[in-house]
């Protein structure tokens, strides 16, 4: 803390400067030397080292400050306001008013003070009532002219915002209605939790906005948790903000970005010389105490240029080439601290309602965010060790593999390490390469697949292929066939789903729906007997599933027999499941290949491209291009198939030989040519627009590009048409 010094003690040269510099202050520069001198004797000296707080906003004051040398940084609500220096004064409604601190000062340099404290402004109006009256009224116009300046800046930033036409609105709230203010905030209308769910967001006409909203229309308004998938997502967004927040706060040298979600966690990548388990602890303890100061979400609105040259000057130059393509000029950002990060849509209202965030160690030097309960709770998953695996990710190769690996390293190569270097490149006429490279690589790796089908020849007999939906899974199957074809095998396709059991034998799941996604609703037993008189060489008359009459035939399939150039391939949810060909062969008999898109671009520091965003538009484009359903069908039953590749697909990853990564850089761009009008399609009345409306957002970080150069044996082809394989 720093000593005061009573002014009365200083020698006359110092007496002297002192003087001077007081009176490059504009609320004493109108008084006479003797006036000055009369009010000094009021006052004392503080002395602040670089870096020490001089007031805490919140705090109680009763002093008010005169900047004599040195700098200082005042910080509002973590916004960084004005520096301070020589001539500048604050605190003065503590001294006045006695109210808390509106402000925190830190001394950025050495810094000098004069202070005048409550006791001395007492003295004064005792000592010399009419200069306490002269100083009072610099002080009250100097706050004056403050709050006209103020106001003309305010109404110079609304001014292409006209008035509020009304002051009453008419809410819908679930059944009924309720009139409230004009500007009332969303989160005033809402529940805090809807079930065990915490309410993050809010559906203003089914669109996701945050609960500070203000209302200046008539709305519907809905609940928005963390059940919901746009509730989720918002909630992970948070996460993520407060997490480089923390770790700009306590580790400024390290580059930390967030990568792929894993369901319940997402991982993290750390660039710069760190320890983890001690980078982890210390990011724990800032995390905690942002948790703990309840710190709101700020959503601010700057020119794109303004942006452009923030990103650039921090070192985010993903986000700064993003911005290059960007059709406004403003950009929307997000603040929880010292940290801006560019808008990913609506956040949480503040910091405090993420106590479940925390920091794990990872794989590698990575960390991991995990969500905690709020989200691990919505998602579905396997009971014991299994779970496990999947929400760690730890056996399972499907974001670590050799072919990952391999993608990200020719991407890097090329400079395509995020979405805005993606769009430079098509600009600047280099699409057609990206695409040569992109297909030649899908190529190369499958072929390199069918030469390890084929080291294992004649033992193997049986390859199984599961992935999730949209991943590919038809068109990959082809181009193996053509492979495993040049290396001399025959492949012969049985297809899981002509094993479904009757429907009225189908399970069903938690809401009383069949569950068709459910293991039990494959006649198993029927194909492992199938399959191993197949095994034995023997003919077999195979099943066929009557999807129109929901019935099996048991024997209504086609004969097969498999000779010695044979290869069965199975394609189905559940080809990695070992429980599906239990005492069929051994396992040198077996191979299993799970395939979907891993490897997307990064948008900034704050998130990359959700692969199951990629995969849900993927869909969309197949479903309403190629078989007449609507985007907003597709959504509407995404998350019951997400819920059943969760339980019946990725547990299973770890029993993959080999991992294929379907995902082509380019895709997005094309893909956004079909889906943009299919998501305008959407009606805003519909449950499914809040989804779509993102979605749309998410495609216009892509220029747009005509698949012209796409080949007809692209896996892309299997969802935008034009494919040369016949399905």
């Given at each position: 803390?720093?000593?005061?010094?009573?002014?009365?003690?200083?020698?006359?040269?110092?007496?002297?400067?002192?003087?001077?510099?007081?009176?490059?202050?504009?609320?004493?520069?109108?008084?006479?030397?003797?006036?000055?001198?009369?009010?000094?004797?009021?006052?004392?000296?503080?002395?602040?080292?670089?870096?020490?707080?001089?007031?805490?906003?919140?705090?109680?004051?009763?002093?008010?400050?005169?900047?004599?040398?040195?700098?200082?940084?005042?910080?509002?609500?973590?916004?960084?306001?004005?520096?301070?220096?020589?001539?500048?004064?604050?605190?003065?409604?503590?001294?006045?008013?006695?109210?808390?601190?509106?402000?925190?000062?830190?001394?950025?340099?050495?810094?000098?003070?004069?202070?005048?404290?409550?006791?001395?402004?007492?003295?004064?109006?005792?000592?010399?009532?009419?200069?306490?009256?002269?100083?009072?009224?610099?002080?009250?116009?100097?706050?004056?002219?403050?709050?006209?300046?103020?106001?003309?800046?305010?109404?110079?930033?609304?001014?292409?915002?006209?008035?509020?036409?009304?002051?009453?609105?008419?809410?819908?709230?679930?059944?009924?209605?309720?009139?409230?203010?004009?500007?009332?905030?969303?989160?005033?209308?809402?529940?805090?939790?809807?079930?065990?769910?915490?309410?993050?967001?809010?559906?203003?006409?089914?669109?996701?906005?945050?609960?500070?909203?203000?209302?200046?229309?008539?709305?519907?308004?809905?609940?928005?948790?963390?059940?919901?998938?746009?509730?989720?997502?918002?909630?992970?967004?948070?996460?993520?903000?407060?997490?480089?927040?923390?770790?700009?706060?306590?580790?400024?040298?390290?580059?930390?970005?967030?990568?792929?979600?894993?369901?319940?966690?997402?991982?993290?990548?750390?660039?710069?010389?760190?320890?983890?388990?001690?980078?982890?602890?210390?990011?724990?303890?800032?995390?905690?105490?942002?948790?703990?100061?309840?710190?709101?979400?700020?959503?601010?609105?700057?020119?794109?240029?303004?942006?452009?040259?923030?990103?650039?000057?921090?070192?985010?130059?993903?986000?700064?080439?993003?911005?290059?393509?960007?059709?406004?000029?403003?950009?929307?950002?997000?603040?929880?601290?010292?940290?801006?990060?560019?808008?990913?849509?609506?956040?949480?209202?503040?910091?405090?309602?993420?106590?479940?965030?925390?920091?794990?160690?990872?794989?590698?030097?990575?960390?991991?965010?995990?969500?905690?309960?709020?989200?691990?709770?919505?998602?579905?998953?396997?009971?014991?060790?299994?779970?496990?695996?999947?929400?760690?990710?730890?056996?399972?190769?499907?974001?670590?593999?050799?072919?990952?690996?391999?993608?990200?390293?020719?991407?890097?190569?090329?400079?395509?390490?995020?979405?805005?270097?993606?769009?430079?490149?098509?600009?600047?006429?280099?699409?057609?390469?990206?695409?040569?490279?992109?297909?030649?690589?899908?190529?190369?790796?499958?072929?390199?697949?069918?030469?390890?089908?084929?080291?294992?020849?004649?033992?193997?007999?049986?390859?199984?292929?599961?992935?999730?939906?949209?991943?590919?899974?038809?068109?990959?199957?082809?181009?193996?066939?053509?492979?495993?074809?040049?290396?001399?095998?025959?492949?012969?396709?049985?297809?899981?789903?002509?094993?479904?059991?009757?429907?009225?034998?189908?399970?069903?799941?938690?809401?009383?729906?069949?569950?068709?996604?459910?293991?039990?609703?494959?006649?198993?037993?029927?194909?492992?007997?199938?399959?191993?008189?197949l095994m034995a060489g023997e003919t077999v008359r195979t099943a066929r599933y009557d999807f129109k009459e929901g019935r099996s035939l048991a024997e209504g399939g086609r004969e097969l027999r498999l000779?010695?150039?044979?290869?069965?391939?199975?394609?189905?949810?559940?080809?990695?499941?070992?429980?599906?060909?239990?005492?069929?062969?051994?396992?040198?008999?077996?191979?299993?290949?799970?395939?979907?898109?891993?490897?997307?671009?990064?948008?900034?520091?704050?998130?990359?491209?959700?692969?199951?965003?990629?995969?849900?538009?993927?869909?969309?484009?197949?479903?309403?291009?190629?078989?007449?359903?609507?985007?907003?069908?597709?959504?509407?039953?995404?998350?019951?198939?997400?819920?059943?590749?969760?339980?019946?697909?990725?547990?299973?990853?770890?029993?993959?030989?080999?991992?294929?990564?379907?995902?082509?850089?380019?895709e997005m761009s094309v893909l956004r040519v079909f889906a943009d009008r299919y998501l305008l399609e959407v009606p805003q009345g519909h449950p499914s627009f809040a989804t779509a409306y993102r979605l749309?957002?998410?495609?216009?970080?892509?220029?747009?590009?005509?698949?012209?150069?796409?080949?007809?044996?692209?896996?892309?082809?299997?969802?935008?048409?034009?494919?040369?394989?016949?399905?």
């Open positions: 803390m720093p000593s005061p010094t009573p002014l009365p003690a200083q020698p006359p040269a110092a007496q002297e400067q002192l003087l001077s510099a007081l009176s490059r202050s504009p609320l004493l520069s109108g008084l006479s030397p003797d006036e000055l001198a009369v009010f000094a004797r009021h006052l004392e000296l503080h002395s602040y080292a670089a870096g020490a707080c001089v007031m805490r906003e919140g705090e109680n004051g009763h002093a008010m400050y005169f900047v004599l040398s040195g700098e200082a940084d005042l910080v509002r609500k973590h916004l960084e306001l004005k520096p301070l220096k020589a001539g500048d004064s604050f605190g003065e409604m503590g001294l006045v008013a006695e109210r808390p601190r509106a402000a925190t000062i830190t001394a950025s340099t050495a810094l000098e003070l004069a202070v005048l404290p409550r006791a001395g402004w007492h003295a004064l109006h005792h000592d010399d009532p009419q200069l306490a009256c002269r100083f009072l009224q610099a002080l009250v116009s100097s706050l004056g002219e403050e709050l006209v300046a103020m106001t003309d800046r305010v109404g110079s930033l609304l001014s292409e915002r006209s008035l509020p036409r009304r002051t009453q609105l008419e809410i819908r709230l679930g059944d009924g209605t309720l009139a409230v203010p004009t500007g009332t905030r969303v989160r005033g209308l809402l529940p805090d939790h809807v079930g065990d769910s915490p309410v993050v967001a809010a559906l203003l006409d089914r669109k996701s906005v945050s609960l500070e909203t203000r209302l200046f229309s008539d709305h519907l308004v809905e609940p928005l948790t963390t059940r919901d998938m746009e509730g989720r997502k918002i909630y992970r967004n948070s996460a993520a903000l407060l997490l480089l927040e923390a770790a700009h706060t306590c580790a400024p040298e390290l580059n930390l970005r967030i990568g792929r979600s894993l369901g319940g966690a997402a991982v993290v990548q750390v660039a710069g010389a760190h320890e983890p388990a001690s980078l982890a602890a210390r990011v724990n303890r800032a995390i905690r105490a942002l948790v703990d100061a309840d710190v709101p979400f700020r959503h601010e609105v700057w020119t794109v240029e303004e942006a452009r040259a923030h990103f650039t000057e921090a070192g985010w130059d993903d986000a700064a080439r993003g911005l290059r393509t960007a059709r406004t000029a403003t950009a929307p950002m997000v603040s929880c601290g010292a940290l801006y990060a560019p808008s990913p849509g609506p956040l949480l209202p503040s910091t405090g309602c993420l106590r479940d965030a925390c920091v794990t160690e990872s794989e590698g030097d990575g960390l991991l965010l995990e969500f905690g309960d709020p989200i691990r709770r919505h998602l579905p998953a396997p009971e014991g060790e299994l779970a496990a695996a999947l929400d760690r990710d730890l056996p399972a190769p499907r974001t670590g593999g050799d072919m990952v690996k391999e993608h990200r390293g020719w991407l890097d190569a090329m400079k395509l390490t995020s979405v805005g270097a993606f769009n430079e490149q098509c600009i600047a006429g280099q699409l057609a390469q990206i695409i040569r490279i992109s297909e030649g690589f899908h190529e190369k790796r499958i072929g390199r697949l069918a030469d390890a089908i084929q080291r294992r020849r004649p033992e193997l007999r049986i390859i199984c292929i599961a992935g999730p939906s949209s991943s590919g899974k038809t068109t990959f199957i082809k181009r193996l066939s053509v492979q495993l074809q040049v290396n001399g095998m025959n492949p012969v396709s049985l297809s899981l789903d002509d094993y479904y059991v009757d429907r009225e034998r189908t399970v069903k799941d938690e809401k009383g729906e069949y569950d068709f996604e459910a293991f039990e609703a494959i006649d198993y037993r029927l194909l492992q007997k199938h399959l191993s008189r000779g010695s150039d044979d290869v069965l391939m199975m394609e189905g949810i559940h080809g990695l499941n070992p429980r599906l060909l239990e005492g069929v062969g051994g396992e040198d008999e077996i191979f299993r290949v799970f395939i979907h898109p891993a490897t997307t671009l990064r948008l900034d520091p704050l998130a990359e491209v959700n692969t199951a965003d990629l995969r849900l538009l993927r869909r969309i484009v197949r479903d309403r291009h190629g078989r007449g359903y609507e985007a907003a069908e597709s959504i509407r039953r995404w998350p019951s198939v997400r819920r059943g590749e969760r339980l019946h697909i990725f547990p299973f990853l770890p029993n993959a030989d080999a991992v294929f990564d379907s995902a082509l850089v380019y749309r957002n998410l495609l216009d970080r892509f220029v747009p590009l005509y698949p012209d150069h796409v080949p007809p044996t692209s896996i892309l082809r299997e969802f935008i048409g034009g494919s040369g394989f016949e399905y």
